[in-house]
């Protein structure tokens, strides 16, 4: 099979990539524009396998979409290409309307062209499995239950907003022109090869070098955690088992507060790297510092992840526990690559406050 990876250089996309060209047999094309989420050296471990290749392009550049569609004959695309971080779509939302909405429009003519030109047995075969997040279903807060498949969408923030909006063009492309399209939803991602300015890699970089670690709040909002490695194995199960028309939710049944999170690092870092001054040893938790919350910041997320254990027999193979030692390992062994990327980015430093700023 010929998969055309979109945003195969992020976080999740470099995983799905890795195990699709470790695990399959596979050929692979990555599409991504490389902005600043976007790394290459996140996909150094299979960059020079003979079925793996990466094509810098913009999922807004329809001319390029549909050449490459032409020339490399796709049998599936997994749409991953996203902006991603509810702290940059409070600040600058229009790059989140851009890629998010009108990328996937793009992708979705593309695919719908491409398709309709193939010869039977291939059309038949075609899958467009588009990759959306838990943030489209809103807030928990106060209820208890879960995300399932049919809970009504209700996103807070732009980057939440611009999320469910390419859900309904996936499926309305799938209800009025026949495109043979699967949605899946995910709860939180944490892992290897993270970008420094989500929670968990920013508390393990910023311990590692002593500056505060940033808390919203009082930490107590909500998330189920999953580890990345596990999604990529259920993002390639549903493309090769899933029914098309049909929204798979994957979660890790881990729910855990922000600061239990933050206090978890602390504690696995102070057992396995000491911070020791002047023959002293202080503990990591020192450096916790709450400070002011995001502006609508969803309280709980939870997803029910039935479904694809039931249909399809998924379930993931890592427990929050075994998940966060080994991120906190991986990235112990590996400073080189978030250094890289941390001299560049500075990604301490606080944005999405939403101060009244005018935003051109």
Partial sequence: MKIIVTGGAGFIGSALCRFIIEQTENQLLVIDKFTYAGNLDSLAPVANHSRFSVKVIDICDAEAIKSTFSTFQPDAIMHLAAESHVDRSIDGPHAFIE???????????????????????????????????????????????????????????????????????????????????????????????????????????????????????????????????DHARALYKVLTDGRTGETYNIGGHNERKNIEVVRTICHILDEIFPNEKGGMTFSYKELIT????????????????????????????????????????????????????????????????????VIP
């Fill in 99 to 229: 890629t998010n909405i009108v990328g996937t429009y793009v992708l979705l003519e593309a695919s719908r062209n491409y398709w309709y030109s193939l010869p039977e047995n291939k059309k038949k075969a075609f899958r467009f499995h588009h990759v959306s997040t838990d943030e489209v279903y809103g807030d928990l807060q106060g209820i208890d239950s879960l995300f399932t498949e049919s809970t009504p969408y209700a996103p807070s923030s732009p980057y939440a907003a611009t999320k469910a909006s390419s859900d309904h063009l996936v499926r309305a492309w799938s209800r009025t022109f026949g495109l043979p399209v699967i949605i899946t939803n995910c709860s939180n991602n944490y892992g290897p090869y993270q970008f420094p300015e989500k929670l968990i890699p920013l508390t393990i970089i910023n311990a590692l070098e002593n500056r505060i670690i940033p808390v919203y709040g009082k930490g107590e909002q909500i998330r189920d955690w999953l580890y990345v490695e």
């Fill in 290 to 357: 709450f400070v002011t919350d995001r502006p609508g910041h969803d309280y709980r997320y939870a997803i029910d992840a039935y479904k694809i254990k039931n249909q399809l027999g998924w379930i993931p193979l890592e427990t929050f526990e075994s998940g966060i030692r080994k991120t906190v390992q991986w990235y112990l062994n590996n400073e080189l690559w978030w250094k890289k990327i941390h001299s560049v980015h500075h990604c301490d430093q606080r944005i999405g406050l939403c101060e009244n700023k």
